[in-house]
């Protein structure tokens, strides 16, 4: 996924040569934020000139593990309800 976050920002250069770019993630948007800065920063367009994240999961096994214990199955229907609506 940050592969394909950094070839958005690329391409993205490309259609506005010139103009600052901007990145912003919320949750796990904002692991893969942080994963793209992260991974090649070398790679990324010289115009990226600044990034936030919101709560982004730095241990992902972690999280996972947190939601999936008992306590979690009401989060779980929920998540899953609303998840079926958006699809």
């Keep these: 996924l940050s592969d394909d976050a950094a070839e958005a920002l690329r391409f993205v250069e490309r259609l506005c040569p010139g103009s600052p770019l901007g990145l912003a ?11 793209t800065l992260g991974a090649h920063p070398d790679e990324l367009p010289a115009s990226l000139v600044r990034a936030v994240v919101v ?6 096994a972690g999280s996972c593990d947190s939601l999936t214990g008992p306590m979690q199955r009401l989060y779980d229907r929920h998540f899953a309800k609303t998840l079926t609506r958006h699809v």
Aim: glycine letters at 18%; proline letters at 12%.
């Design 25 to 35: 993630g919320y949750s796990m948007g904002g692991n893969v934020a942080l994963r």
């Design 55 to 60: 709560n982004p999961p730095v241990d992902l």
